[in-house]
């Protein structure tokens, strides 16, 4: 391999792993991905009205008053843009399936001080993914929820 032909790769694996710190996204649509690849937002076309230059950032979630989530929060800027047309949030969830049922992974978005489940969670075992539509950017993170005797999750996540 030329230098050059290296130094063109080393660049583009550069610009690769700065992309996922922002995207800018309109009315097109698009998808941004956190660093670490396990959580995605897709916005579809016509959800933006302009441009908007969206960021995402892993984050700790004890600091945003959500001991009980399970894996990573993220934080997607924006903060309170919100969509003409739902979103789509995607996380991986291989290793946060282990010892817990499906039914009881869910969503939730942040909401000023509140965190609120998305209603319309997917569970996809065989691909490892969870993903729900949200109407704005936030931070977001799975939970886990109480399932009660009927097999129909409660309405709030549950705190340790």
Same mark, same amino acid.
């Given at each position: 391999m030329s230098r050059s032909t290296l130094f063109s790769v080393f660049a583009l694996a550069a610009l690769g792993a700065c992309s996922n710190e922002g995207v800018t996204i309109g009315p097109r649509g698009g998808t941004i991905v956190s660093n670490d690849g396990r959580f995605s937002l897709e916005v579809p076309a016509g959800a933006l009205s302009r441009e908007v230059d969206i960021t995402i950032a892993e984050a700790? %979630?004890?600091?945003?008053?959500?001991?009980? =989530? &399970?894996?990573? %929060?993220?934080?997607?800027?924006?903060?309170?843009?919100?969509?003409l047309h739902p979103a789509t949030v995607t996380y991986e969830i291989d290793e946060e399936l282990?010892?817990?049922?499906?039914?009881?992974?869910?969503?939730?978005?942040?909401?000023?001080?509140?965190?609120?489940?998305?209603?319309?969670?997917?569970i996809d075992r065989d691909q490892g993914i969870l993903q729900a539509s949200a109407g704005?950017?936030?931070?977001? =993170? &799975? $939970? #886990? &929820?109480? $399932? $009660? #005797?009927?097999? #129909?999750?409660?309405?709030g996540p549950r705190r340790n």
């Open positions: 700790d %979630c004890t600091t945003m008053d959500l001991p009980g =989530a &399970i894996g990573s %929060c993220y934080q997607l800027g924006p903060r309170g843009t919100g969509f282990d010892g817990l049922a499906a039914d009881s992974l869910a969503l939730s978005v942040r909401h000023n001080a509140d965190w609120n489940l998305l209603a319309d969670r997917v704005y950017l936030s931070a977001f =993170a &799975i $939970v #886990e &929820i109480p $399932v $009660v #005797e009927h097999g #129909e999750a409660d309405h």
